[in-house]
Structures are given as structure tokens and as C-alpha cells.
Nanobody
Framework: QVQVAQSGGGLVQAGGSLRLSCTAG???????MSWYRQAPGKQRELVAT???????SYADSVQGRFTISGDNAKNTVYLQMNGLKPEDTAVYHC?????????????????WGRGTQVTVSS
């Protein structure tokens, strides 16, 4: 079982910035790590992903405002959120995926952080 620890978040005014951090406790380097968010009454949304090779991808709603970065030697990723909007208000969850050998096969396993609240006031 891999423990995923998150930090950051909080309350900020519209236009402000916050940074989230996530560290996965494993001696194996991650395959990819992602940030998801879920607002009350809405479905969970994939916000950003970074692969172990450093490739990144973003939801259209945050492109150009959010930046995901990582240190895969430390299994740590960051989500820098600039130009925050009230619609960014949600609980943000970190997900870490590792490739693990199961018998003769390699399978992927995902582990979740507990979530951190981000609230953007107008």
C-alpha cells in the first residue's frame, strides 16, 4: 500500500494563486501522477497529469493557468494554480500510479490522497 500525502490549498480571492503538493511514499518511481477535483454536486474532473518522463496534460478549463511539475526521484508533484476563479473551488485529490510486477505481468495500481479543499471567493 502506497501512502499519498497532500498539502497546500486553502482560501484565496479570485485572481490569486495557490500551490498544491503531493508525495507518494514508494521506493519505486511513479508512472504518472495526476490531480483531480470534485466540486459539490459535480462529477470528478481530471485537472492535470504528469508522466514519469515529464510529459504533461491539462483540462481545457485550466490550460494556461495551472502548471503541474514534478520530481520523480522524490515521487513528488506540484500543482501551481494561478488566476484562480470561483469555479475552481473544489476538493483536489492527488492520484499516483505505479507499475508493479504481478507474477509474470506488469500491472498499474493507483493510489489516492485524502483531498484538500481549495476555495476561491469572488
Amino acid at each position: 500500500q502506497v501512502q499519498v500525502a497532500q498539502s497546500g490549498g486553502g482560501l484565496v480571492q479570485a485572481g490569486g494563486s495557490l500551490r498544491l503538493s503531493c508525495t507518494a511514499g514508494s521506493h519505486v518511481r511513479f508512472t504518472r501522477m495526476s490531480w483531480y477535483r470534485q466540486a459539490p454536486g459535480k462529477q470528478r474532473e481530471l485537472v492535470a497529469t504528469i508522466t514519469g518522463g515529464g510529459s504533461t496534460s491539462y483540462a481545457d478549463s485550466v490550460q494556461g493557468r495551472f502548471t503541474i511539475s514534478g520530481d520523480n526521484a522524490k515521487n513528488t508533484v506540484y500543482l501551481q494554480m494561478n488566476g484562480l476563479k470561483p469555479e475552481d473551488t473544489a476538493v483536489y485529490h492527488c492520484n499516483a500510479v505505479f507499475a508493479e510486477k504481478v507474477g509474470r505481468n506488469v500491472e498499474e495500481f493507483g493510489y489516492w490522497g485524502r483531498g484538500t479543499q481549495v476555495t476561491v471567493s469572488s
